[in-house]
């Protein structure tokens, strides 16, 4: 990939982008558990999901809550781990059904996304080095893994996408959303705008719920989390 960026260079630096990127970054600390290289946490249709991803993920969560001054107890950190692993299986099936569609995600989209990424420059400019050994530290990825990662998350994404491109609402039933939610009827020329966006998102979560729930039925998932656990308290 970092040949791939090279090749990409002049034009991500000649063009100017809206992109999704990395929202932070965290270093691992006081909150690391560990578990066994190697393993599998989750088995979503066939794709694995490994363990040593899984809680390289919960303890940057799990730090951000440290930061922010929050007490991480047994309970919290149980409920991180579960909501973590959650998130992992759903963005896998998501990428799966984005595969299904023939959706992709290009060398070039990945390449963008990284050398955009502020955490990666140095100097006010993208550097190689900096970038191993940032997803290093913060991620214990090497850059084939690293960008493996980014590249199903963003064909996640573009599944997300499709989806709420289908979504079309009518004036009519803005206005209705509207009213539904308490709007006074002389003010809705003013935020008809922002409640169209609103009903465009809550119709969204229901169709996107909706899809993942029949997906998931359909999709053979097995977790493990429960019996790496068990396996680590008993020595």
């Known amino acids: 990939m970092i040949s791939i960026l090279a090749k990409y260079k002049k034009i991500i630096f000649g063009i100017t ?27 979503v249709g066939g794709t694995k999901i490994e363990y040593e991803n899984f809680y ?12 922010e001054d929050s007490q991480v107890n047994a309970v919290m950190e149980a409920t991180v781990k579960q909501e973590v692993l959650r998130q992992m299986i759903m963005e896998e099936i998501l990428a799966q059904q984005a595969k299904k569609l023939k959706l992709s995600v290009s060398d070039f989209e990945v390449a963008m996304e990284i050398q955009s990424t502020p955490q990666f420059f140095y100097d006010k400019n993208f550097n190689a080095r900096v970038y191993v050994q940032t997803i290093w530290d913060n991620f214990r990825m090497t850059p084939s893994e690293y960008e493996a990662w980014r590249r199903n998350a963003r064909l996640a994404n573009k599944f997300k996408q499709f989806i709420s491109s289908s979504i079309k609402v009518t004036p009519e039933e803005v206005k209705d959303f509207y009213l539904e939610n308490k709007g006074k009827l002389s003010d809705f020329e003013k935020k008809k705008d922002e409640y169209r966006s609103k009903l465009i998102q809550h119709n969204f979560m229901d169709s996107a719920n909706y899809m993942l729930r029949q997906v998931a039925a359909k999709t053979e998932i097995k977790t493990y989390l429960d019996q790496i656990e068990k396996k680590a308290s008993n020595g």
Request: glycine share 12%; aromatic share 12%; net charge positive.
């Open 17 to 43: 982008v809206l992109i999704f990127i990395i929202g932070v970054f965290f270093g691992l600390g006081a909150y690391v558990f560990n578990g066994p290289v190697g393993s599998a946490v989750a088995d």
């Open 56 to 67: 390289n993920q919960v303890n940057r969560v799990l730090k951000n809550m440290q930061q």
